[in-house]
């Protein structure tokens, strides 16, 4: 069975800051990887996906995320952080050849401050 | 604007009433889903429609009972729910259920649910 673990229940971060929001995951053959940003009182939002080919993959708002195989990983981040950056990140996998079966993780909570 | 909307945005009920969730969405998709949310938990997903279909159900107990009349609704009709079923309903979309498309989610602002 696949699992996402997001190690951190919050990241804090000062606006201008780099930032990471972590995510491990647990899946049997290729992963796809997807982030998903959550406002107050809002849906998820698509940021970004990795299916395959270059490891650094570009979304919105100016997110990026890594994978790594090796270390099974696939790490959100951005250069400089904003205060509206501030909301719930989910990580989430889908292994290649199931129809439906996309796993979350708990979710991290990013607060960018002045 | 996702493209997909929920109603209500939120509902309290008692454990004796009979209540439904709304989803509607206007992007075409041929696939539909119904998650859970509750606090310091993995999205649960709860039901998978395809053209109308339902694709999965992931021991889902029977007071959840979903109906898919068209490819651009979706409802989940809630019956003799209990306390603990109270959380964020969320209703999703993708274009279908090929293997990268589906993990695209459409997400509405969700259905929060109060059962008292």
């Known amino acids: 069975a696949q699992s996402v673990a997001q190690p951190e229940d919050q990241v804090n971060v000062a606006e201008g800051n780099p930032l990471t929001v972590k995510c491990t995951y647990s899946?049997?053959?290729?992963?796809?990887l997807f982030w998903y940003v959550q406002y107050p009182n809002r849906g998820l939002q698509f940021l970004l996906k990795y299916i395959t080919g270059d490891n650094l993959v570009k979304g919105s708002y100016g997110f990026e995320a890594e994978f790594n195989k090796s270390q099974t990983s696939f790490h959100l981040k951005k250069p400089s952080a904003l205060v509206s950056d501030s909301a719930l990140y989910f990580c989430a996998v889908r292994p290649t050849g199931t129809a439906s079966k996309l796993t979350f993780g708990t979710g991290t909570r990013l607060q960018v401050t002045l | 604007e996702t493209g997909v909307t929920q109603t209500p945005r939120h509902l309290v009920m008692g454990m004796t009433n009979k209540k439904s969730l709304k989803c509607e969405q206007h992007l075409g998709h041929n696939a539909m889903y119904w998650y859970k949310q509750s606090a310091k938990k993995p999205l649960e997903l709860m039901f998978v429609y395809s053209l109308e279909e339902r694709v999965e159900n992931n021991s889902v107990p029977s007071r959840f009972s979903p109906e898919c009349p068209n490819s651009s609704h979706l409802f989940l009709h809630l019956h003799t729910l209990q306390p603990e079923d109270s959380a964020l309903y969320l209703c999703?979309?993708?274009?279908?259920?090929?293997?990268?498309?589906?993990?695209?989610?459409?997400f509405g602002e969700g259905s929060r649910l109060t059962v008292l």
């Open positions: 999703a979309s993708s274009q279908d259920l090929g293997l990268a498309r589906a993990g695209e989610l459409f």
């Open positions: 899946v049997s053959g290729n992963p796809y």
